[in-house]
């Protein structure tokens, strides 16, 4: 689980983050679009461990709410698209 103790971008950011994602059920593509390029790199890596501790978990049998990891990994297809997004404009 990320810290927050080893954020390479602005502490305020993370903290936006933090808030935004406590406040809504999903995210939105246009609040996502905000986010410098780190700030989501860091958020799918995140992300792609929460998934990989849920899939676990429900094969455990620990976990039988399987909306919350089809929120996750859309979630993740979001960010995956704005960052394919910006690093297209950066190479054009």
Known sequence: M???????????????????????????????????TTELTIESTKLREEIAELKRRLHMGEVQNVKVLREKRKDLARILTVLGEQFTKENV
Not at 5 to 27: A, K
């Open 2 to 36: 990320y810290d927050g103790q080893e954020i390479f971008c602005d502490c305020r950011l993370y903290d936006t983050w933090t808030r935004y994602r406590e406040w809504s059920e999903f995210m939105k593509i246009a609040e996502i679009r905000k986010f410098p």
